[in-house]
Protein backbone atom coordinates (compact mmCIF):
# COMPACT_ATOMS: atom_id res chain seq x y z
CA UNK A 1 0.00 0.00 0.00
CA UNK A 2 1.27 3.49 -0.79
CA UNK A 3 0.80 6.42 1.75
CA UNK A 4 0.53 9.50 -0.10
CA UNK A 5 0.15 11.49 3.07
CA UNK A 6 2.70 14.53 3.34
CA UNK A 7 3.66 14.17 -0.29
CA UNK A 8 2.90 15.74 -3.57
CA UNK A 9 2.29 12.21 -5.55
CA UNK A 10 -1.02 11.13 -7.14
CA UNK A 11 -1.78 7.55 -8.26
CA UNK A 12 -1.06 6.70 -11.84
CA UNK A 13 -4.48 6.36 -12.82
CA UNK A 14 -8.25 6.95 -11.73
CA UNK A 15 -9.34 5.16 -8.21
CA UNK A 16 -12.58 3.88 -5.64
CA UNK A 17 -11.69 6.01 -2.77
CA UNK A 18 -13.49 4.51 0.77
CA UNK A 19 -13.86 7.62 3.08
CA UNK A 20 -14.45 7.46 7.13
CA UNK A 21 -12.45 7.86 9.69
CA UNK A 22 -11.86 3.80 10.28
CA UNK A 23 -10.22 3.90 13.40
CA UNK A 24 -11.04 0.55 14.53
CA UNK A 25 -11.35 -0.75 10.75
CA UNK A 26 -14.19 -2.58 12.27
CA UNK A 27 -16.85 -4.75 11.07
CA UNK A 28 -19.00 -1.77 9.58
CA UNK A 29 -15.36 -0.02 8.16
CA UNK A 30 -14.40 -3.15 6.17
CA UNK A 31 -17.94 -3.04 4.61
CA UNK A 32 -17.32 0.29 3.06
CA UNK A 33 -13.88 -0.58 2.05
CA UNK A 34 -14.49 -3.44 0.58
CA UNK A 35 -17.08 -2.00 -1.40
CA UNK A 36 -14.22 0.45 -2.60
CA UNK A 37 -12.27 -2.14 -3.42
CA UNK A 38 -14.70 -4.57 -5.27
CA UNK A 39 -15.72 -1.33 -7.60
CA UNK A 40 -11.83 -0.82 -8.59
CA UNK A 41 -11.94 -4.33 -9.72
CA UNK A 42 -14.61 -4.00 -11.93
CA UNK A 43 -12.63 -0.91 -14.03
CA UNK A 44 -9.27 -1.30 -15.74
CA UNK A 45 -6.45 1.58 -14.48
CA UNK A 46 -8.94 2.21 -11.20
CA UNK A 47 -6.81 1.33 -8.02
CA UNK A 48 -8.55 1.12 -4.27
CA UNK A 49 -8.09 4.03 -1.89
CA UNK A 50 -8.67 5.26 1.01
CA UNK A 51 -8.98 8.89 2.34
CA UNK A 52 -9.16 8.80 6.09
CA UNK A 53 -7.63 11.60 8.70
CA UNK A 54 -4.86 10.76 11.14
CA UNK A 55 -7.30 9.95 14.27
CA UNK A 56 -4.95 11.67 16.99
CA UNK A 57 -6.11 14.74 15.38
CA UNK A 58 -9.66 14.33 15.34
CA UNK A 59 -11.04 16.30 17.88
CA UNK A 60 -14.65 15.50 18.99
CA UNK A 61 -17.31 18.93 19.18
CA UNK A 62 -14.17 21.30 18.96
CA UNK A 63 -12.90 20.48 22.85
CA UNK A 64 -10.88 16.75 23.15
CA UNK A 65 -8.84 14.31 20.54
CA UNK A 66 -10.64 11.54 19.72
CA UNK A 67 -8.78 8.20 21.44
CA UNK A 68 -7.31 5.77 19.13
CA UNK A 69 -8.63 1.97 18.83
CA UNK A 70 -5.06 1.16 16.73
CA UNK A 71 -2.21 3.30 16.34
CA UNK A 72 -1.62 5.09 12.79
CA UNK A 73 0.47 1.58 11.66
CA UNK A 74 -1.59 -0.74 13.29
CA UNK A 75 -4.74 1.39 11.48
CA UNK A 76 -2.67 1.03 8.06
CA UNK A 77 -1.64 -2.35 8.31
CA UNK A 78 -5.33 -3.46 8.95
CA UNK A 79 -6.63 -1.34 5.59
CA UNK A 80 -4.00 -2.47 3.48
CA UNK A 81 -4.96 -6.00 4.46
CA UNK A 82 -7.93 -5.57 2.82
CA UNK A 83 -6.63 -4.99 -0.81
CA UNK A 84 -6.57 -1.69 -0.68
CA UNK A 85 -3.61 0.35 -3.22
CA UNK A 86 -3.10 3.96 -2.00
CA UNK A 87 -3.93 5.91 1.37
CA UNK A 88 -4.25 9.47 2.48
CA UNK A 89 -4.25 10.23 6.25
CA UNK A 90 -3.53 13.99 7.08
CA UNK A 91 -4.04 15.93 9.78
CA UNK A 92 -7.81 16.85 10.50
CA UNK A 93 -6.90 20.53 11.56
CA UNK A 94 -5.44 20.87 8.27
CA UNK A 95 -9.34 20.28 6.68
CA UNK A 96 -11.52 21.37 9.03
CA UNK A 97 -12.74 24.49 8.08
CA UNK A 98 -12.59 23.32 4.09
CA UNK A 99 -16.35 23.66 2.93
CA UNK A 100 -18.14 20.30 1.26
CA UNK A 101 -17.31 21.70 -2.67
CA UNK A 102 -13.76 22.57 -1.52
CA UNK A 103 -13.25 19.26 0.54
CA UNK A 104 -14.35 16.85 -2.85
CA UNK A 105 -12.39 19.32 -5.39
CA UNK A 106 -9.10 19.26 -3.05
CA UNK A 107 -9.45 15.49 -1.81
CA UNK A 108 -11.57 13.16 -4.51
CA UNK A 109 -10.73 14.93 -7.21
CA UNK A 110 -7.34 17.00 -6.77
CA UNK A 111 -5.65 14.32 -4.74
CA UNK A 112 -7.00 11.16 -5.28
CA UNK A 113 -8.32 11.51 -8.98
CA UNK A 114 -11.82 9.63 -7.17
CA UNK A 115 -13.86 7.72 -10.16
CA UNK A 116 -15.66 6.17 -7.60
CA UNK A 117 -16.79 7.78 -3.83
CA UNK A 118 -17.49 5.28 -1.05
CA UNK A 119 -18.83 5.83 1.92
CA UNK A 120 -21.21 5.26 5.20
CA UNK A 121 -24.91 6.27 5.19
CA UNK A 122 -24.00 8.60 7.98
CA UNK A 123 -20.61 9.99 6.25
CA UNK A 124 -20.01 13.72 6.95
CA UNK A 125 -17.54 16.21 5.78
CA UNK A 126 -17.28 19.90 5.61
CA UNK A 127 -16.55 22.39 7.84
CA UNK A 128 -18.40 21.80 11.00
CA UNK A 129 -20.03 18.47 9.49
CA UNK A 130 -22.25 20.57 7.39
CA UNK A 131 -22.50 18.04 4.40
CA UNK A 132 -24.03 14.55 4.18
CA UNK A 133 -24.24 12.27 1.33
CA UNK A 134 -27.08 13.93 0.24
CA UNK A 135 -25.01 16.89 -0.35
CA UNK A 136 -22.18 14.81 -1.41
CA UNK A 137 -24.11 12.83 -4.49
CA UNK A 138 -24.67 15.98 -5.73
CA UNK A 139 -21.12 17.29 -5.54
CA UNK A 140 -19.91 13.79 -7.16
CA UNK A 141 -22.60 13.97 -9.96
CA UNK A 142 -20.92 17.29 -10.77
CA UNK A 143 -17.45 16.41 -11.47
CA UNK A 144 -18.30 12.71 -13.00
CA UNK A 145 -18.09 10.40 -9.93
CA UNK A 146 -20.10 7.47 -8.82
CA UNK A 147 -21.20 7.64 -5.37
CA UNK A 148 -21.95 4.23 -3.58
CA UNK A 149 -23.40 4.34 0.03
CA UNK A 150 -23.05 1.25 2.23
CA UNK A 151 -25.75 0.61 4.73
CA UNK A 152 -24.50 0.27 8.94
CA UNK A 153 -23.24 -2.97 10.14
CA UNK A 154 -25.15 -4.32 12.87
CA UNK A 155 -24.61 -7.30 15.79
CA UNK A 156 -27.42 -7.94 17.48
CA UNK A 157 -29.59 -5.70 16.32
CA UNK A 158 -27.38 -2.52 17.50
CA UNK A 159 -25.22 -0.77 14.73
CA UNK A 160 -21.43 -1.16 15.54
CA UNK A 161 -19.26 1.47 16.14
CA UNK A 162 -16.11 2.40 17.29
CA UNK A 163 -17.39 4.91 19.88
CA UNK A 164 -19.46 0.84 21.42
CA UNK A 165 -16.15 -0.56 21.29
CA UNK A 166 -13.82 1.81 23.08
CA UNK A 167 -16.18 1.85 26.01
CA UNK A 168 -16.50 -2.16 25.74
CA UNK A 169 -12.85 -1.73 25.86
CA UNK A 170 -12.46 0.37 28.71
CA UNK A 171 -15.07 -2.09 30.81
CA UNK A 172 -12.94 -4.89 30.04
CA UNK A 173 -15.35 -6.34 27.83
CA UNK A 174 -12.30 -7.55 25.42
CA UNK A 175 -13.94 -10.44 23.65
CA UNK A 176 -17.34 -8.40 22.78
CA UNK A 177 -15.19 -5.93 21.83
CA UNK A 178 -12.92 -8.14 19.59
CA UNK A 179 -16.12 -9.51 17.86
CA UNK A 180 -16.75 -6.31 16.86
CA UNK A 181 -13.40 -4.98 15.29
CA UNK A 182 -13.17 -7.96 13.71
CA UNK A 183 -9.70 -8.38 15.13
CA UNK A 184 -7.83 -8.65 18.27
CA UNK A 185 -7.20 -5.13 19.98
CA UNK A 186 -3.80 -4.79 19.84
CA UNK A 187 -0.81 -2.68 20.72
CA UNK A 188 2.43 -2.40 18.76
CA UNK A 189 5.34 -1.01 21.51
CA UNK A 190 8.71 -0.60 21.92
CA UNK A 191 10.02 -3.06 25.34
CA UNK A 192 11.12 -0.47 27.91
CA UNK A 193 13.17 -1.46 30.56
CA UNK A 194 11.86 -2.61 34.12
CA UNK A 195 13.12 -3.19 37.63
CA UNK A 196 13.41 -7.07 36.97
CA UNK A 197 11.15 -8.54 39.21
CA UNK A 198 9.54 -10.75 37.10
CA UNK A 199 12.79 -12.73 36.71
CA UNK A 200 13.08 -13.08 40.39
CA UNK A 201 9.37 -14.17 40.59
CA UNK A 202 10.29 -17.28 37.99
CA UNK A 203 8.02 -14.96 35.58
CA UNK A 204 10.33 -12.46 33.14
CA UNK A 205 8.00 -10.10 31.76
CA UNK A 206 8.09 -7.39 29.44
CA UNK A 207 7.20 -3.56 29.91
CA UNK A 208 5.23 -1.25 27.40
CA UNK A 209 4.31 2.34 28.36
CA UNK A 210 0.51 2.82 26.71
CA UNK A 211 0.48 5.70 24.84
CA UNK A 212 -1.64 8.88 26.14
CA UNK A 213 -3.86 9.29 23.45
CA UNK A 214 -4.56 5.22 22.47
CA UNK A 215 -8.18 3.77 24.08
CA UNK A 216 -6.77 2.28 27.48
CA UNK A 217 -8.19 -1.62 28.50
CA UNK A 218 -9.92 -2.05 32.08
CA UNK A 219 -6.83 -2.03 34.74
CA UNK A 220 -6.43 -5.69 35.32
CA UNK A 221 -5.37 -8.94 33.94
CA UNK A 222 -5.90 -10.39 30.42
CA UNK A 223 -4.73 -13.51 28.44
CA UNK A 224 -3.35 -12.49 25.39
CA UNK A 225 -1.16 -13.06 22.55
CA UNK A 226 1.98 -11.85 21.60
CA UNK A 227 3.81 -11.63 17.95
CA UNK A 228 8.14 -12.00 17.87
CA UNK A 229 9.27 -11.85 14.78
CA UNK A 230 6.16 -13.83 13.55
CA UNK A 231 5.60 -16.28 15.39
CA UNK A 232 2.73 -16.04 18.09
CA UNK A 233 2.84 -16.94 21.45
CA UNK A 234 0.39 -17.52 24.43
CA UNK A 235 0.91 -14.86 27.40
CA UNK A 236 -0.87 -13.40 30.22
CA UNK A 237 -1.21 -9.17 30.31
CA UNK A 238 -1.29 -7.09 33.02
CA UNK A 239 -2.59 -3.74 32.36
CA UNK A 240 -2.43 -0.83 34.62
CA UNK A 241 -0.18 0.83 37.70
CA UNK A 242 0.90 -2.18 39.25
CA UNK A 243 -0.11 -1.53 42.46
CA UNK A 244 1.91 -4.17 44.43
CA UNK A 245 5.48 -2.73 43.71
CA UNK A 246 4.29 0.53 42.03
CA UNK A 247 4.45 2.19 38.06
CA UNK A 248 4.23 5.50 37.18
CA UNK A 249 2.23 5.49 34.44
CA UNK A 250 -0.05 2.67 32.87
CA UNK A 251 2.04 -0.10 31.22
CA UNK A 252 1.29 -3.29 30.13
CA UNK A 253 3.30 -5.96 31.79
CA UNK A 254 3.20 -9.42 29.62
CA UNK A 255 4.62 -12.20 30.11
CA UNK A 256 5.18 -15.28 27.74
CA UNK A 257 4.47 -18.66 27.57
CA UNK A 258 6.83 -21.21 26.04
CA UNK A 259 9.38 -18.41 25.22
CA UNK A 260 12.92 -18.63 25.66
CA UNK A 261 14.20 -16.45 23.23
CA UNK A 262 16.61 -13.69 25.38
CA UNK A 263 16.55 -10.64 26.03
CA UNK A 264 14.12 -8.26 24.47
CA UNK A 265 14.48 -4.81 25.43
CA UNK A 266 14.33 -1.88 22.77
CA UNK A 267 12.21 -4.41 20.76
CA UNK A 268 9.32 -3.23 18.92
CA UNK A 269 6.63 -6.39 20.07
CA UNK A 270 2.79 -6.85 19.70
CA UNK A 271 0.82 -8.18 21.70
CA UNK A 272 -3.22 -8.74 21.40
CA UNK A 273 -5.62 -9.10 24.27
CA UNK A 274 -8.07 -12.12 24.04
CA UNK A 275 -10.13 -12.72 27.22
CA UNK A 276 -10.15 -10.35 30.61
CA UNK A 277 -9.12 -12.46 33.76
CA UNK A 278 -9.42 -10.61 36.78
CA UNK A 279 -9.35 -7.27 37.95
CA UNK A 280 -5.71 -5.21 39.07
CA UNK A 281 -5.37 -6.14 42.83
CA UNK A 282 -2.97 -4.83 45.75
CA UNK A 283 -1.16 -8.29 47.52
CA UNK A 284 0.26 -8.27 50.96
CA UNK A 285 3.75 -9.01 49.83
CA UNK A 286 5.84 -11.11 46.93
CA UNK A 287 5.02 -14.08 47.27
CA UNK A 288 0.95 -13.59 47.08
CA UNK A 289 1.86 -12.37 44.01
CA UNK A 290 4.11 -14.70 42.86
CA UNK A 291 1.31 -17.39 42.90
CA UNK A 292 -1.69 -15.58 41.98
CA UNK A 293 0.78 -14.73 38.81
CA UNK A 294 1.39 -18.83 38.42
CA UNK A 295 -2.67 -19.01 38.44
CA UNK A 296 -3.44 -16.26 35.81
CA UNK A 297 -1.16 -18.15 33.63
CA UNK A 298 -2.67 -21.20 33.77
CA UNK A 299 -6.06 -19.73 33.06
CA UNK A 300 -4.44 -17.77 30.49
CA UNK A 301 -3.18 -20.97 29.08
CA UNK A 302 -6.65 -22.52 29.02
CA UNK A 303 -7.69 -19.98 27.12
CA UNK A 304 -5.30 -19.35 24.25
CA UNK A 305 -3.71 -23.16 24.55
CA UNK A 306 -6.90 -24.86 25.76
CA UNK A 307 -4.33 -26.33 28.53
CA UNK A 308 -1.26 -27.74 26.78
CA UNK A 309 2.03 -26.55 26.94
CA UNK A 310 3.66 -26.05 23.53
CA UNK A 311 7.17 -26.38 22.17
CA UNK A 312 9.40 -23.40 21.30
CA UNK A 313 7.69 -21.49 18.29
CA UNK A 314 5.05 -20.25 19.24
CA UNK A 315 1.30 -20.98 18.07
Known amino acids: MTDLTGTNNVPKGSTAVAMGLFDGVHH ?8 AVEAAKGLSGTEPAVFTFDTPTVTSKGTSGVEYIFSREMKFDLISGLGVKY ?32 CGE ?36 RK ?14 IKKANKL ?16 LGHKLNFPTINQYLSGSQVKPK ?3 YASKTDINGHIYGSVTNVGIK ?28 VSLADFIRPEMKFSGIDGLKARIAEDTETARSIIYGGYHLPHGGI
Open 28 to 35: GHRAVIGR
Open 87 to 118: IYSPDFMNFKDLSGEEFVGLVLCGKLSAEFAV
Open 122 to 157: DFRFGKNACCGVTELDRMCRKRGIKLITVSEISEDG
Open 160 to 173: ISSTEIRELIKAGE
Open 181 to 196: LGSEFSFRLPVAYGRH
Open 219 to 221: FGV
Open 243 to 270: PTVGSEAPLAETYIMDFSGGDLYGETVK
